[in-house]
């Protein structure tokens, strides 16, 4: 569904090798994994799925349209929720205030000064109900634990109704049971929704559990790309065996 030609993302004037050229497809209703060290490549790929980073060269396709014109990539972003390690939330706004501004990408900047619409206010308490956190929607974000703040930040991706969901460390920040609540929530959500749902961890373990599929990356390189079966101990050796600076 979305397909990277030969993609790579270069910093520092040529410098900086974050992403060597790459060809990769993440297919529809896929759940993938991308595991490295810090400094890997992990947000630069995650990111230049919906062209967040400027590809240096190469070129990203969805559905088979090359998403090198503005039409075409708004679309694209439109369908394309993404989730953060810190879930930038308005932490001073209810939790359902902020699964509203989800919805805003439908609305024209004029009518984003008017009140919501009912159906959305539906829709996003629908989505807080999705998340186990109905009973939250009137509560005011900094009073949730760091568990729902992110679940409430899934929520907010999910009003968004969006294809394709991209997460970066989404329980980086969270206990093991809480990480284990948020990663099975996401599995579930990317097979009921048929998303093409892409998420960087730095947990080995989840990945086995919840992955689909693993990508991993050693210096802006992919060097695995597989089922969880084929993930063997001497290829997590070498995932997590570059000197955590690597060699730029
Ligand atoms: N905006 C930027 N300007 C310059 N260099 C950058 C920029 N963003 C990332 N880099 C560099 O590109 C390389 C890859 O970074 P990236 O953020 O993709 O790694 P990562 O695998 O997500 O790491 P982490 O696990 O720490 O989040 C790193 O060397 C990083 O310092
Ligand atoms: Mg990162």
């Avoid at 993440?26 to 230049?48: D, I, P, Q, W």
């Avoid at 308005?90 to 900047?109: D, K």
């Amino acid at each position: 569904m979305i397909q990277l030609n030969k993609l790579s993302v270069i910093y520092n004037r040529g410098i900086l090798t974050a992403l060597h050229p790459t060809t990769i497809e993440f297919r529809r209703g896929e759940f993938t994994v991308l595991l490295g060290t810090s400094g890997a490549g992990k947000s630069t790929l995650l990111r230049s799925l919906n062209l967040l980073n400027t590809p240096t060269s190469g070129e990203v396709s969805v559905a088979g349209v090359c998403i090198n014109n503005a039409r075409a990539l708004r679309n694209h972003r439109r369908n394309t929720a993404m989730i953060f390690q810190q879930h930038q939330l308005m932490r001073r706004q209810t939790a359902l205030y902020n699964v509203l501004a989800g919805r805003l990408g439908y609305y024209s900047s004029l009518r984003s000064l008017l009140p919501m619409r009912e159906v959305d206010r539906q829709l996003a308490l629908h989505c807080l109900e999705r998340v186990g956190l109905l009973d939250k929607a009137l509560e005011r974000v900094d009073c949730l634990s760091g568990g729902q703040m992110q679940r409430v930040g899934i929520a907010r991706a999910l009003v968004q109704q969006p294809k394709v969901l991209l997460a970066d460390e989404p329980v980086a920040s969270l206990d093991p049971s809480c990480a284990h609540q948020v990663m099975s929530l996401l599995q579930g959500l990317c097979a009921e929704k048929n998303m093409t749902t892409v998420v960087s961890l730095h947990q080995v373990e989840f990945a086995k559990i919840y992955a689909q599929r693993i990508v991993a990356l050693v210096e802006g390189q992919v060097i695995f790309d597989g089922c969880v079966d084929e993930l063997t101990d001497d290829i997590v050796k070498k995932i997590y065996s570059t000197p955590l600076l690597g060699s730029y």
